[in-house]
């Protein structure tokens, strides 16, 4: 099993920068997929980048063009860089990461198992 710990959220404001990121430990060949997913209250998870180890990209239309999802694989660790947030970037960010499949990590047929706890991002305007 793998374990996902997030850290760098916080506070910020609207037009600002933040960085999140998420270490894996434990069983790490489980991380060819991660990605950062976000869920605010009355609002579902919504998925909002992933990255595959082989360097494959996807992000949400929401946040096309402001954040960019990275990561070291010999660090076993993801990155968020959140650029231009707005109030709607406001949310608990959740790392998640699995294996490889016969579908793309961003494929709605695709499933996420590994889940770290969360780290809030809030945006004042």
């Known amino acids: 099993q793998v374990q996902l710990v997030e850290s760098g959220g916080g506070s910020v404001q609207a037009g600002g920068s933040l960085r999140l990121s998420c270490a894996a430990s434990?069983?790490?060949?489980?991380?060819?997929?991660m990605a950062w997913f976000r869920q605010s209250p009355g609002r579902g998870r919504e998925a909002v980048a992933h990255?595959?180890?082989?360097?494959?990209?996807k992000y949400a239309d929401s946040v096309t063009g402001r954040f960019t999802i990275s990561r070291d694989n010999s660090k076993n660790t993801l990155y968020l860089q959140m650029n231009s947030v707005n109030s709607e970037d406001t949310a608990m960010y959740y790392c998640?990461?699995?294996?490889?499949?016969?579908?793309?990590?961003?494929?709605?047929?695709?499933?996420?198992?590994?889940w770290g706890q969360g780290t809030q991002v809030t945006v004042a305007s």
């Open positions: 998640a990461a699995d294996t490889a499949s016969l579908v793309s990590c961003w494929s709605s047929l695709y499933t996420y198992n590994n």
């Open positions: 434990g069983y790490t060949a489980s991380t060819y997929c």
């Open positions: 990255a595959d180890r082989d360097g494959g990209i």
